[in-house]
Structures are given as structure tokens and as C-alpha cells.
């Protein structure tokens, strides 16, 4: 093994700080302590056929789904690395309700952190790969505490974002602005080491992902576009392949690494989802982030993810996301055959944002 370019993640981190001479290092640490949690969750979710760990507990969290018990120690242990840093000035979980403050014995930071501590939780049980999705803002509010404000805030203020897919190996993939990094872990060392230099979305794309299974559901523009994506509409190019994982992060990293777009679409306006299901907070912010710095983009089929001013830390939001091409492909069958669906959309779209 060559140990000429072995970087670890800590490595990298301290690297991309001296890029940015006014960081005190509070950061770095931030993002060092998210791969420490990484590897923690990684290891919990190994063992999970083995231990009582595996299955579901009777609780529902907030967007009324059953959380699994993976779910909870995925969400406690991101908590716990941050609650007493003194980096932090609030958190946001998808498995919180409202804000999680920092516990008042405990200095506060300039920091927000919000996470998706498991993505694609229903594919535990079944041995698929899962995720966790976090993103990191900085604190915008005079006080002391972090307010609903801080976490409010539009994608394009995001100080750094990125994911970890528990898959046939654990990999945590995440930007700071300045390109998107992919490292494997080593489970032998417990270090995770640079494999993914400067990720970008290849020209060519392989994949869609959507759920087939809401076809009926599905506005006439969806529906041609997917046509399209199959080479049956349009100028009739070779069909793309249908990959759907059911975990967004998976869905997302096999994309990135092979060309494709992910979608998850609002439905017809008086049927099913009609925000489609993904978390603007939790999920679409951050994948847009790492999207647009590999080249990508992320889409709510009107515009850019973003873009868009949150109004409520729970919020759904419809999601193209990928090759930029395809994504933009996907807004102009919207634009062109989506007008019902658009009109529907867009009070939600443009809400107030909910501050108390
Ligand atoms: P989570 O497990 O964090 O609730 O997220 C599940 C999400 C996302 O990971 C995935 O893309 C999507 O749900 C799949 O939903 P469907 O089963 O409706 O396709
Ligand atoms: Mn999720
Ligand atoms: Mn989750």
C-alpha cells in the first residue's frame, strides 16, 4: 500500500481551513466531531443483526413515521458530540419536534447544526444501505442561544454540508464551499482516508431514481419527463437505468459517482404528497449543497433548493437533484405541463416563515 497520498479525513479538514485564514478552528473541530460520530453509528449499525438494536420501537416522530431504534442512537450520539463543544448555538434533528437547545450549563457557539441522523431508516431491518445527512450554518441571531431564526436560513448560507452512506463500506462525503470530498473508512485503522478527490457529476448519466411505485400519483409533467428519461418521449436517446434504493443518501451517492438525477416529486394537487416527502432542513438543503459543488443541482421543479426561504423546520419540499442537465430537463416539463400543480405549490412555497 502506498502511503504517499494517504489523507485522512482530520487531515483534509485542516487543510481546507488554512484556505479560509480568518477560521479559528471551531469548524474544523465541528466536522472533525461528525466523522468521529460517523464512525461510532457505522460500527452500532454492523453489529445491529447482532444485537437487540435491530427493529422498530412504538414511537413516532414528527413527521408521524415510526422511528426505529437505530434512528434514536444515530440522533442521540450526533447530539451528544455536540451539546458541550461550545460550537454550537443550536441543533435541529429529524427526530426533534422544535429546536434542540444546548443544555444551559454549557457555553454556546457560532455554529447551527442540523442533521437527518438516519436516512432510509425503513431499509435497517433488511440489510440496505443507509445514511446520515447533516449541514451546518452559521449563527445569524444577536442572542446568546440559537433561535428558530439561525436554522431558518436559505441553502445558499450553509457553511459546509455532507453525508455518510453505511454501505458495502462506510463512506462520509462533505464540502465546505470549495469542492466535495469523499473518504471510505478503514475499519481496521478507524480512520476514514481520502478516495474521492474534487468529486464532479460525470457528463454522462447512467441513472433515475424515483419511486415507480407513485406513478399514479404522478402530475402529466412528471410523466413525460420519466418518458423521456426512458428514451420513449422526446428524441428517443438509449433509456437511462432505474435504480431506486429508498435511501435518499444512497440514492444520491451512486448518482453523483455515476451521472443521474434523484427525484422525489409533489404529487397531484389533490392526491397523496403533495410536497413530495423529502425534508427541506434535514435532507434537500444539504444534498443541494454538495450538488451544486460537484457540479450538479437541486431543484424544487421551480427553482433553485437553495433558494428557497424555509418557513417551518419540518417542511417538505418536492426534489430534482443531480446532473444538472436532467434537472433542468425535469423544470421545463414542469414549467411546460405543471400548471395546476405549480399554482397549488406555490403558496406553500412561498410561506411565511413560522418563527415561534
Ligand atoms: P428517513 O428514513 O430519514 O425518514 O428518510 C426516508 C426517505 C428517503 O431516504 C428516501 O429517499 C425516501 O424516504 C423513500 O421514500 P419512499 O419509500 O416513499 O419511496
Ligand atoms: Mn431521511
Ligand atoms: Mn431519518
Redesign the pocket.
Known amino acids: 500500500m502506498s502511503t504517499k497520498r494517504l489523507i485522512t479525513i482530520e487531515r483534509h479538514i485542516q487543510e481546507q481551513q488554512k484556505s479560509h485564514p480568518s477560521a479559528t478552528g471551531t469548524f474544523t473541530s465541528m466536522l472533525q466531531d461528525m466523522a468521529l460520530a460517523a464512525k461510532i453509528i457505522s460500527r452500532e449499525i454492523n453489529r445491529a443483526g447482532l444485537t437487540d438494536l435491530l427493529g422498530a420501537v412504538d414511537t413516532i ?1 414528527s ?1 408521524g ?1 415510526r422511528q ?1 431504534k437505530l ?1 434514536m442512537f444515530a440522533d442521540e450520539m450526533i447530539y451528544q458530540m455536540n451539546d458541550h463543544t461550545g460550537r454550537v448555538c443550536a441543533m435541529a434533528s ?1 427526530e426533534h419536534d422544535d429546536l434542540i437547545d444546548v443544555p444551559v450549563e454549557y457555553d454556546t457557539g457560532n455554529y447551527v447544526l442540523l442533521y ?8 435497517i431491518d433488511v440489510n440496505v444501505s ?2 446520515t ?1 447533516f449541514s451546518i450554518h452559521r449563527k445569524f441571531s444577536r442572542g446568546e442561544r440559537g433561535t428558530l431564526e439561525d436554522v431558518l436560513q436559505r441553502g445558499k448560507r450553509l457553511v459546509a454540508a455532507g453525508y455518510v452512506v453505511y454501505g458495502s463500506s462506510t463512506m462520509m462525503v462533505y464540502t465546505t464551499g470549495n469542492g466535495v470530498y469523499g473518504f471510505t473508512l478503514d475499519m481496521a485503522l478507524g480512520e476514514f482516508l481520502l478516495t474521492h478527490d474534487n468529486l464532479r457529476f460525470p457528463e454522462i448519466a447512467q441513472y433515475y ?3 415507480q ?2 406513478e399514479k400519483y404522478w402530475t402529466p409533467g412528471i410523466r413525460r419527463y420519466v418518458k423521456w428519461l426512458q428514451g420513449i418521449e422526446g428524441e428517443g436517446h438509449k433509456p437511462l437505468a432505474h435504480r ?8 444520491f451517492h451512486r448518482n453523483l459517482l455515476k451521472g443521474g438525477i ?1 427525484m ?1 416529486p409533489g404529487d397531484l394537487a389533490d392526491k397523496g ?1 403533495p410536497y413530495g ?3 427541506l432542513m ?2 434537500a438543503q444539504a444534498l443541494a449543497f454538495i450538488a451544486e459543488q460537484a457540479g450538479g443541482y437541486a431543484s424544487d421543479g421551480i427553482g433553485d433548493i437553495l433558494d428557497l426561504r424555509p418557513h417551518s423546520l419540518h417542511q417538505r419540499v418536492p426534489i430534482f437533484v443531480g446532473s444538472r442537465d436532467l434537472v433542468e430537463r425535469a423544470e421545463d416539463y414542469i414549467r411546460k405541463y405543471d400548471l395546476d400543480w405549480q399554482e397549488s405549490y406555490k403558496p406553500y412555497r412561498t410561506q411565511d416563515a413560522i418563527l415561534k
Open positions: 416522530n413527521s413515521e426505529q434512528d429529524e437527518d441522523p438516519l436516512d432510509g431508516s425503513s431499509n443507509v445514511g445527512i431514481s424515483i419511486n411505485g407513485n431506486y434504493i429508498g435511501s435518499l443518501v444512497a440514492d434523484f422525489y404528497k416527502k423529502i425534508r434535514y435532507e
